[in-house]
């Protein structure tokens, strides 16, 4: 166990709707990431924020956004969904948000877009 | 659990023999490395990294060496168990960068 929680573990929705994802960081670590994980583009970094600020941004859609609240914990909205949406994202945290950092993973949310 | 990828490369062999798996990485400024396991159904972990001043760092049981003359990676398994059987990923960055970029990821499979 990580230390980082993540809910829903599974949701499926239809396209067109919108969705929150949940996550929260290990005890102590300020810097949360969000991961796309689908079967034919592997593992893609989205976006990184350190207490509460945006501080790395990656391949994200614009139907997509992220933010961290002041007690740590981020939410990854995702808009106008598509059947492409569907994969596993991940969030991971990390003490202080510095490229060596390790990062911790949640164990995923499974989104299905019918 | 669920499939990570269903169209991964995959590294099949016998507990107790060692295991190498490989990753090509893509940007010859990538100054920083790291190796991540991913167990079906969970996240990945972090398994070791390396940093471009160095060929070679040694875990507990895992190698990492790293070939920049050719932008290559790779992970070495002493005495696999099947608790090793996972899909491995490398992923790069480079300093102060803060964004990662993942190679696709080898299935390894010990067979007991």
């Known amino acids: 166990d990580s230390g980082v929680t993540q809910t829903p573990k599974h949701l499926i929705t239809a396209t067109g709707q919108r969705v929150t994802l949940r996550c929260s960081p290990r005890s102590g670590d300020l810097s949360v990431y969000w991961y796309q994980q689908s079967l034919d583009q592997g593992l893609q970094f989205l976006i990184q924020?350190?207490?509460?600020?945006?501080?790395a941004k990656g391949n994200i859609l614009e139907r997509f956004s992220a933010q961290q609240f002041p007690d740590l914990h981020s939410e990854l909205n995702l808009s106008s969904l598509e059947l492409g949406d569907s994969a596993l994202y991940f969030c991971?945290?990390?003490?202080?948000?510095?490229?060596?950092?390790?990062?911790?993973f949640g164990p995923g949310t499974r989104l299905t877009v019918l | 659990g669920e499939s990570v990828g269903l169209h991964l490369p995959t590294l099949s062999v016998q507990e107790g023999d060692n295991s190498i798996i490989n990753c090509a990485y893509s940007n010859s400024a990538s100054d920083y490395f790291i190796w991540y396991k991913q167990e079906s159904g969970k996240g990945p972990q972090f398994i070791i990294d390396i940093r471009s001043n160095m060929d070679k760092r040694q875990g507990q049981r895992v190698t990492v060496l790293l070939n920049k003359t050719v932008k290559h990676l790779s992970l070495q398994i002493a005495a696999t168990q099947p608790g090793d059987s996972a899909v491995y990923f490398c992923?790069?960055?480079?300093?102060?960068?803060?964004?990662?970029?993942f190679g696709s990821g080898t299935k390894l499979n010990v067979k007991p």
């Open positions: 992923a790069e960055t480079y300093s102060n960068f803060n964004k990662f970029y």
């Open positions: 991971a945290s990390s003490l202080s948000g510095g490229t060596t950092d390790t990062q911790y």
């Open positions: 924020y350190y207490n509460g600020e945006e501080r």
